[in-house]
């Protein structure tokens, strides 16, 4: 008898020990997939402003109607993965469930992701990078008050290095003299909130794999070309945002930035949030600032000041304590 409970003990701690090393497993896949988006958005970014001011086609509202309706790529892919049996059709989530979570998410990506490109207009790649991760805060927050995660000190402390460093950011910007700057650095500032609600509000609706992320991705670039269209052709004749520049090579560009910047990194981020945390992946914005600052000295000349280097300074230091302080949530999910 005794015998009988220590296998049993045995076999329950070790099928504990295997859930811990899958979660742990998908933890490290979540940091890495937040890694390569930052990069890919980095990129991604320099192309958006070489497309505004290289090739004179400042129109930030149609660039994110491009790039988010792309999006609809995911439903051909998905279906046939259904066909030859790679994507799994007994799926707990119906496909109305996921057009109805669809339709909450798609107006909020959309103001977080036009009002982003807005901002690239009026300001620097590092700028405007740096200050997006202001979304850190806004995101801690709200996960902490309707996602329940666990508030701890380490994780504030974090999201306070994050911010000083944005306040460095916005006090040399604001120094400049430029109004323009200035408006695009508070751009900037609204696009980190709205990144923060829809992330929050992804977490909320799919807590989990139940849910295909290839059909959710899908069904909100097709919500986005369909529902938006009208206001494209109302700019369009109305003159807010004249297509008549348009020309191959600007579709092309924006059909590229929009595979890999939207389709792409936005699937491999919300599977970093949903395989780590929201705070965790949305501080991963911070890493994009070093490769911003690269890319303004590569391809602008524009030297790094040293407000600039203390600022990324802080906020790489937030990413990294966050990242410390979360590092023993898959463990403590078993609990």
Known sequence: MVSTLDEKNALLEGAVDVAEGVR?????????????????WTFASVLVQYVFHDLGFSKPFFLTYVANSLFAVNLPIYWVGRKVGYIKSASDASFWETFRVSAIVAPL?????????FSLNMTSVTSSTIISSTSSMFTFALS?????????????????????????????????????????DAIALFSAFMYA??????????????????????ILGTLNFLCLLPVVLVFHYTHVESLHSLTLEILGLLTVKGLFDNVLSDYLWALAMIYTTPTVATIGLSLTVPFAILSDGIFHAVAPTTAVCFASLFVIAGFVLI?????DEPKKALD
């Open 109 to 117: 990506w959309f103001i977080a992701n036009c009002c982003y490109n």
């Open 197 to 218: 609600v829809y992330t929050s509000t992804m977490r909320k609706c799919i807590p989990d794999e139940s849910m295909s992320l290839c059909l959710f991705f899908g």
């Open 24 to 40: 742990r497993h998908k933890w490290l896949i979540g940091v890495f997939c937040v890694v390569v988006v930052a990069i890919i």
């Open 323 to 327: 990242n410390v302080s979360s590092s």
């Open 144 to 184: 902490v008050l309707f996602l329940k995660e666990k508030f701890s000190w380490a994780k504030m402390a974090g999201v306070a290095f994050c911010m000083t460093g944005n306040i460095f950011t916005a006090f040399h910007d604001g120094s400049s003299g430029s109004t323009e700057t200035f408006f695009g």
